[in-house]
């Protein structure tokens, strides 16, 4: 059974950027596709980006795009979020989470849900 672990995040200023890993054991990452979601405080959890399992096709919330980039490493079992330009709404716990397909950003078409990792964009 696949299972999810999230690092990379921190404090950093507005304008700074992040990377983010989603860690996979478990099962075979080639199987799945990978989301990222993020859920501030008071508000509910929201899709940001997935990917699909070859990496060739991949999603992103209208609010990132441009400025976040989403990969994989499937021999390192990891799919990375990079976030460049972030701003104060981008404070969330970020989540990562597997589909069978990279076709939508619902939280209900995912599972194995990681625990998160915090980011904080604040000057």
């Known amino acids: 059974q696949l299972q999810l672990v999230e690092s990379g995040g921190g404090l950093v200023q507005p304008g700074g950027s992040l990377r983010l890993s989603c860690a996979a054991s478990?099962?075979?990452?080639?199987?799945?596709?990978i989301g990222w979601f993020r859920q501030a405080p008071g508000k509910e959890r929201e899709g940001v980006s997935c990917?699909?399992?070859?990496?060739?096709?991949?999603l992103f919330k209208a609010a990132v795009k441009g400025r976040f980039t989403i990969s994989r490493d499937n021999v390192k079992k990891t799919v990375y979020l990079q976030m460049n330009s972030l701003k104060p709404e981008d404070t969330a716990i970020y989540f990562c989470?597997?589909?069978?397909?990279?076709?939508?950003?619902?939280?209900?078409?995912?599972?194995?849900w990681g625990q998160g990792t915090q980011v904080t964009v604040s000057s």
């Open positions: 478990g099962d075979i990452l080639d199987n799945y596709a």
């Open positions: 990917i699909s399992s070859s990496g060739l096709s991949t």
């Open positions: 989470a597997r589909a069978p397909r990279c076709t939508t950003l619902r939280v209900r078409d995912y599972g194995a």
